[in-house]
């Protein structure tokens, strides 16, 4: 075969000391790494904290610094149908169309100075394909980055689908050897700070450790804060 696929399965647990450690949610993905560059992500997350969230997205992006390409969302609240929409990101603009239950039929196309650099649709494995914009051989350090999209400013990822822009500061920290669910693992331990002004509400601190490695697959995160969120990697098949 021409091309290779990951698979695994991420758990969404609690850290708030009245539910510690009680899960509140599963994310299944696969990532295809294909031969012509583009790594196609398909993920299927469930948040069971009510409003309940059921996301299914299907997102393609550049293997090198996972710049996006095009993505599909669906989306489920409250189990009740929220939106759907397919967004395209070419040189210079990005264009989306979409349709939510709150605002109906939404059309939009954002011209970009560049391009454009992360698209977070909100599965947890994203966040750890972020990370390839840092550059690893200036060694630890921070990157702010401008220029990046979301399909929902809200911390779940519960509205829309629709573009919202924002940008954000990577802290590399450094390799460290740690084990999860999944099992022992040489990782890459990141911060995402410098919310603040960037969204309706500033996101706690959050640590994310993904493989020390060209696949940046998730192991751990962490957000800190009124979320008390973690999750980590249950299951994961490299073939």
């Not at 397919?86 to 709150?102: L, Q, S, V």
């Not at 640590?207 to 979320?227: E, F, H, K, Q």
Request: aromatic share 8%; proline share 5%.
């Amino acid at each position: 075969m021409s091309y290779r696929t990951i698979r695994g399965v991420i758990r969404y647990t609690s850290k708030k000391p009245e539910r510690l450690d009680q899960e509140r949610g599963r994310e299944i993905f696969i990532l295809t790494q294909q031969p012509d560059g583009t790594d196609v992500l398909l993920a299927h997350c469930e948040i069971d904290d009510a409003p309940a969230v059921i996301r299914d997205v299907s997102l393609a992006l550049n293997h090198d610094d996972s710049s996006p390409l095009d993505c599909s969302v669906r989306l489920t609240v409250g189990d009740e149908f929220e939106g759907s929409g397919w967004m395209r990101f070419a040189n210079g603009y990005a264009e989306c169309e979409t349709f939510n239950r709150k605002d109906g039929r939404i059309t939009q196309r954002i011209e970009t100075p560049e391009k454009v650099k992360w698209l977070q649709a909100h599965p947890i494995i994203g966040d750890a394909l972020l990370m390839k914009l840092y550059d690893l051989t200036k060694g630890p350090g921070k990157l702010p980055l401008e220029n990046l999209f979301l399909t929902s400013p809200d911390h779940r990822g519960a509205t829309g689908p629709m573009f919202f822009v924002t940008g954000l500061t990577l802290v590399y920290v450094g390799e460290e050897a740690i084990d999860v669910e999944a099992g022992h693992f040489q990782a890459r331990h990141f911060q995402v700070t410098g919310t603040e002004g960037n969204l309706p509400e500033e996101h706690p601190p959050y640590d994310v450790w993904c493989t020390a490695d060209d696949d940046y697959i998730l192991l751990r995160a962490s957000a800190g804060g009124y979320m008390q969120t973690h999750y980590e990697l249950s299951e994961l098949i490299r073939d």
